[in-house]
């Protein structure tokens, strides 16, 4: 049974404007949160994370929010760069293990 | 220059034939982890280990072994038992603790012929 979902396998947006990538979980028991970003044939990059005591982190253009009530977790990225083109992979932290989304794949259109 | 490593970058094998995936991290991470990834789905975990000579299955260990006799590494072997190989594979390790993101290698696109 998947405990983490993207429910959105792709996404496009137009350079400068805002994406924003979403992610589900099901177990309440889950205390830290991780967005990866991958590029083909290369290893995932740690990108941010925010832990179940916040509901908001920011990293420069990148911000996660947590919303614990309704299990959802979302990246937002302003403003998104052609360079921000690649999977993104939401994981949850139950230790020990770590457990991954399927991935959205971000197309930012020059 | 700390990070992890994983060789070979592509590997092709004949079906039947066992296969090691090597792995090495020089970040001195206590945890290490292997995960496959197939096209459309997540990372799913074969095996992990949280400190040397000790090692638990994760989701899809049917098919798989792991060692770790050393901190910095933690070889997969693929045996024969495994009913469908061809994969891309992924090696992460991580501190232990409770704000702990993982560190990926490349990956490893493993073919079966």
């Known amino acids: 049974d998947q405990q983490v979902k993207q429910n959105s396998p792709s996404l496009s947006v137009q350079e400068g404007r805002i994406s924003i990538l979403n992610c589900d979980y099901t177990n309440s028991m889950f205390d830290y949160f991780l967005w990866y970003k991958k590029y083909p044939a290369e290893g995932p990059t740690f990108l941010i994370s925010i832990s179940s005591i916040k509901d908001k982190n920011e990293d420069g253009r990148f911000t996660v929010f947590l919303n614990k009530s309704a299990k959802h977790l979302s990246l937002h990225i302003v403003p998104s760069q052609p360079g921000d083109s690649a999977v993104y992979f939401c994981?949850?932290?139950?230790?020990?293990?770590?457990?991954f989304g399927t991935g959205t794949s971000l197309t930012v259109i020059p | 220059d700390g990070g992890i490593t994983q060789s070979p970058k592509y590997l092709f094998r004949k079906e039947g034939q066992n296969v090691t995936l090597s792995c090495e991290q020089n970040l001195n991470h206590d945890a290490m982890y292997w995960y496959r990834q197939d096209p459309g789905q997540g990372l799913r975990l074969i095996y992990y280990?949280?400190?040397?000579?000790?090692?638990q299955k994760g989701d899809i260990a049917e098919g798989y072994s792991v060692s770790r006799e050393k901190k910095e590494s933690f070889p997969l072997t693929v045996t024969s038992a495994q009913k469908n190989p061809t994969a891309f594979y992924l090696c992460a390790s991580s501190i232990t603790g409770p704000t702990n993101e993982q560190f990926f290698g490349p990956g490893t696109r493993l073919t079966v012929l």
């Open positions: 280990s949280q400190i040397v000579n000790d090692f």
């Open positions: 994981a949850i932290r139950a230790p020990p293990q770590f457990y």
